[in-house]
């Protein structure tokens, strides 16, 4: 089958032929419709993981998928061919990944997708959408929060005013002015600063009361720290500790995204309700999935760089 895969340690991405793959009890083959470009595609292609996680090469690239069950393996129940499905790759090694025609995965890791969800709409979902889901569900915000988020351009960060907004907290997000600032303000943020100045002033010059929380996705997270309230949150997604963040009186949390098929489900039923948007920058055939790396790599575009097969 064709994936967009790196042969060995030494060699750049490109969309070759590896082994098709078959389905072992428990396991749900599923046919790759659409697969988004995140973060640690780009830090697979640059080699910055080869001495921190093994890898069985070809390494193909895509963290998250849409698509159609192809086959299921003994063992597993409620999912039939044809079924619309997505998910999130999962486990330890690299390897199979979701950017190229299929992805074998455990019937346990798979979402069942909403029929109202395109595939595109859910791979772009994916990995951001539950890292983001993830880290406003550690913020445990409310109505009286005022919440930064820094990075708001980005896939997590997209997802994150949405979701912030429903939630009913204030939302002050970082962006370049320009497109970026009206992208973020589209997404339901309140306010939006401009990171590239003084951060500090722009943040208290609309909040002059302080923030009571931060999402940390880019950008100083000392900076960042300094401008909470005492007792305030800082959930990291750049892996960030209290001892680094400098503060002793605010929570400052490291997180990890967490795939469960329910916290994915909550998340597509939201984009069928139309209630949370799918941010879709652009669209590339697999035949040219190098090009939507270096997209995705372009720090002028906004939204998600989707591959389709």
Known sequence: MKALAIERRDAAPAVIDVPDLSPADGEVLIRIDAASVNGFDLAIAAGRVWDSMPADFPVVLGRDYGGTVAATAAG??????????????????????????FYVASAGKVT????????VDAAAVGLAG??????????????????????????VGSFAVQLAAIAGARVIATAAPGEASAFVGSL????????AGDLAAAVRA???????????AAGDAVALAGLLNPAGRLVSLLGVTPEQAGRDDVVVTPIQSKYTPSRMGGL??????????VPVGATFPLAAA????????????????VVTT
């Open 268 to 277: 597509l039923d939201a984009v069928a309700a139309g209630r949370l948007t």
């Open 290 to 305: 190098t090009e939507a790396l270096e997209w995705f790599t372009d720090a002028r575009h906004v939204g998600k760089a």
């Open 76 to 101: 597993v129940e409620g999912f039939a061919v044809g079924q619309p499905v997505a998910g999130i790759v999962t486990g330890p090694r690299l390897g199979p990944g979701s950017i190229g025609e």
């Open 188 to 195: 339901g943020a309140h306010e939006v600063v401009d990171f």
């Open 130 to 155: 539950v890292t983001a889901a993830t880290a406003l569900d550690e913020l445990e915000l409310g109505s009286d929060d005022v919440l930064l988020i820094s990075g708001a351009t980005g896939g």
């Open 206 to 216: 609309v909040a002059p009361e302080g923030v009571t929380a931060v999402l940390h």
């Open 112 to 119: 069942a997708r909403p029929d109202r969800v395109s595939a």
